[in-house]
Each structure stands twice: as C-alpha cells, then as structure tokens.
C-alpha cells in the first residue's frame, strides 16, 4: 500500500495518539497507519504515549525501588489491554475518521493473502496429508 495523503503534524499526532480525530485531509495516512506491515508496533508506540503519564510516579517521594515497580506494573497492565484490544481499537480509528467498520481487517487481510496462503499450504501438507 502507498502513503498518500498528508502526514499529520507533531501536534496533531499526539492528539490521534491519544485518540482524537484528525483532518479529512488525513485520512489516507490514517488508513495506512493502521494497516501497514508495521501496524501493531505503531499502535505499541501510541499505546506507550497514552501510558506515558504513568512515569510521573518518579516525582512522588518514596524508595525508589516501589516507584519503579509501580511503573513497570502499570505499563504491563496497560499493554496487556492496548494490545488485547488493538483490532477493535484500530477499526475505531478508521470508523473515527469516516472510513466503514471492518475496513482495516479487510485491508490487512488482503495484504496478507499470498503469505496465509502459503502458511495454509505448508500446514496442509505438514498435517492433512493422506499417507
């Protein structure tokens, strides 16, 4: 898939990281962010951003040792989530910027067709052969 369309700005991707919407003239890098080989490291990134917070935990007093795994605790659960929920958090995304639900599987599945077919077929004959 190309990148066409306009690339949003700083401040405009902090506010899509975090889940708002950006301007129409967007929505083609939106489809592509949400749907290129490297979809689900993005999505990690911008899930990172809205734990970022998180990190002012070092600024309250205490051992530091406690902070720390306050942070990492928090960064786990938070990641557990983001990443459980990242198909539906990417077509909302899409829906977000007026694109059909089901769009971004669609898309993501059709890049893929060759390699599943591949994959399919070594299973096939790994597994389902008549011998």
Avoid at 74 to 94: A, I, K, P
Wanted: charged letters at 20%; aromatic letters at 12%; one cysteine or more.
């Amino acid at each position: 898939m190309t990148l066409r369309g306009t690339r949003p700005n700083p401040a405009q991707w902090l506010w899509y990281a975090v889940g708002g919407r950006l301007p129409q003239r967007c929505n083609a890098w939106v489809l592509h962010d949400v749907t290129c080989r490297t979809w689900a490291v993005r999505h990690f990134v911008r899930g990172f951003i809205q734990m970022s917070p998180v990190l002012l935990l070092l600024l309250l007093p205490g051992p530091l040792l406690i902070r720390v795994l306050s942070i990492v605790l928090g960064l786990l659960v938070g990641y557990f989530y983001s990443m459980s929920y990242m198909w539906q958090t990417t077509e909302e995304r899409l829906v977000k910027q007026g694109y059909p639900r089901g769009l971004g599987a669609e898309t993501r599945r059709a890049s893929n067709a060759g390699q599943d077919a591949r994959s399919k077929a070594a299973y096939d004959r790994l597994y389902r052969s008549d011998s």
